[in-house]
Structure formats: structure tokens, C-alpha cells
């Protein structure tokens, strides 16, 4: 697709947030009356992901049907995001209960024989913390008969900016539809305060760990190059000049995307009919 103007920012959040928003909550409302579950947990950091995902939970199917679980690691999780995850909670009259998933990393660490040290290790320690944060969610959704309620956006989603079964794991994920950008803007309208609805992202995986950092550019130019992709389909070596953006920077993120791909998919599985080609016929057998 040839487009005449600069794609832009502005381009990615000029969308009807009201109308996304009655979307949202009815797809939730709809799908936990047909699940029969009796409500949704989920995990809410202090950043705006988790606080959006939050605030439509409760406008969908109201506050006394939501559990929100903070787990913070004591060891890299900084007070302000408990703090502000406590803000959230509170102001929106969900049940909650703060763990501390710090124990159950070092038990985990100290009975790993592989395991060096938190820097040589500091990935699969980090991604370990966002798996344990899945076990616990799920426990809580077994022993109360709920949903759990995924917080990933669409920007992480089509990166792969996530944990396999970490943060990924989830039985309804609301916000895969919507940018980090537009997620923003939504949550500030629904009552996330500005602060935080504009908070850095970090997953909090390890000290100081910081997203835009991580991934090399920002959320902003993430999502402009994200939508000229996927939504206005003009292919990627066009993307440069239909944005203004640094080739350098497009390719990033289509890398990025394409080395992602397996996050997206169901596990791989050798081919049904090859391996039925090796089955034993036993004609005439009842």
C-alpha cells in the first residue's frame, strides 16, 4: 500500500477509545458468562499494561469478581511499583494479596546445579520470575474457579516482548488488540493516573531493567513502524521513508518480529499424516 503522507504517532492513537472500550469489557463480559468461571485474576505490576487490563476487568464484570495478585521480587522489583500497584488495587476495590516471589526464586536457584550467579544468569533467572508469577496465578485460578487474565499488549505481542508461559500464559488476553500508545491513552481515560499510565514500561526482570533500553528504540517508534506494517500493510523497506524513521531501526523490529514467531504459535509437531503412514493396518480388526 502506497501512502502520500507521513505516518506518524498521531496516525496510531486517532482511534475511538470509548468505542474500544465498550468492546473490550463485552468481549470479557460475554466470554467469562459462557467460560461459567466465576471471575479473572491477574497480576498487576504498577505499570500501565496491568492497570488497564485491571480497569476493564472491573468495568466488564465488576470489582468483586476481580483478584489482583502484586508479586514483587524483593531482590530487583522496586517499592514505587508496589506502591503504585497497592494505588491501583485499593482505588478500584478488587480483592488482593501481595506475594513476595523471592523465596521461591532462590529455592528454585539453589537447587538448579547449572546456576552461576544473578549477572552470568540474569535472563533465564529473569524470564524464570515471570513463569513463577504464571504458576501462582493459575493456582489462584484453580483454587477460585477463575479466569486468568492476561496483560500483554499488542507492541509486545508482535515483538515477542514477553516470556513463553511466563506473562504470556493466560486463558483471555484483552489487550493484544490495542498498542502501547493507544494502551496509554485508554488507561488514562478509565481513571489510571496519568503517572502511571505514562510510568517507563520494565518487565522487572532483573535490577534497572528497563524496556526502551533493552529493545533499542521507543514504544512510540515500536508502534508507528508496528502499524505501517500490520495495519496500513506497506511492506517493510518502504517503512523508512513512508516514516521518517531510521532504516537501521525498522529493521530492528522486523527482526525482532520475525524471530518471535515461534512465541505466537502453538509447539511445532511432526506432521499427523507422515507419521500415520508408519501405523500397522489391521484391516478386518472390530
Known amino acids: 500500500m502506497a501512502v502520500n503522507y507521513k505516518v506518524s504517532i498521531d496516525d496510531v492513537v486517532d482511534i475511538d477509545y470509548n468505542g474500544v472500550r465498550q468492546a473490550v469489557t463485552q468481549f470479557l463480559r460475554k466470554y467469562l458468562e459462557a467460560s461459567g468461571a466465576s471471575g479473572y485474576v491477574l497480576g498487576v505490576s504498577g505499570g ?9 476487568a472491573a468495568d466488564a464484570v465488576g470489582s468483586g469478581r476481580v483478584t489482583a495478585l502484586i508479586m514483587p521480587d524483593r531482590e530487583v522489583t522496586p517499592e514505587r511499583d ?12 478488587v480483592e488482593h494479596a501481595v506475594i513476595d516471589i523471592s523465596p521461591i526464586v532462590m529455592v528454585y536457584t539453589s537447587a538448579l546445579p547449572i546456576f552461576e550467579d544473578e549477572e552470568k544468569d540474569r535472563v533465564p533467572v529473569g524470564n524464570l520470575r515471570a513463569r513463577i508469577r504464571a504458576n501462582i496465578l493459575y493456582y489462584y485460578a484453580n483454587k477460585l474457579g477463575k479466569l486468568v487474565l492476561g496483560t500483554g499488549d499488542r507492541s509486545e505481542y508482535l515483538i515477542g516482548y514477553f516470556t513463553k508461559y511466563g506473562d504470556a500464559a493466560c486463558d483471555v488476553a484483552p489487550l493484544t488488540v490495542l498498542y502501547k500508545s493507544q494502551v496509554r491513552r485508554l488507561a488514562e481515560l478509565m481513571g489510571v493516573p496519568r503517572d502511571i ?3 517507563p514500561s520494565s518487565p522487572r526482570l532483573w535490577k534497572g531493567h528497563e524496556a526502551e533500553a533493552e529493545l533499542g528504540l521507543s514504544y512510540n517508534e515500536i508502534d508507528v513502524i508496528l502499524y505501517s506494517r500490520f495495519d496500513l500493510k506497506i511492506p517493510w523497506e518502504e517503512i523508512p521513508r513512508a516514516t521518517g ?15 518471535s514467531s515461534h512465541k505466537r504459535s502453538p509447539p511445532a509437531s511432526p506432521d499427523l499424516g507422515e507419521i500415520k503412514k508408519h501405523y500397522k493396518q489391521h484391516e478386518g480388526k472390530k
Open 245 to 259: 524513521l531510521e532504516r537501521a531501526k525498522v529493521e530492528r523490529v522486523r527482526l525482532l518480529h520475525e524471530a
Open 197 to 199: 499510565a505514562y510510568k
Open 82 to 93: 508496589v506502591e503504585d500497584a497497592l494505588r491501583l488495587v485499593r482505588s478500584f476495590g
Open 48 to 56: 500501565v499494561d496491568s492497570s488497564l487490563a485491571l480497569a476493564l
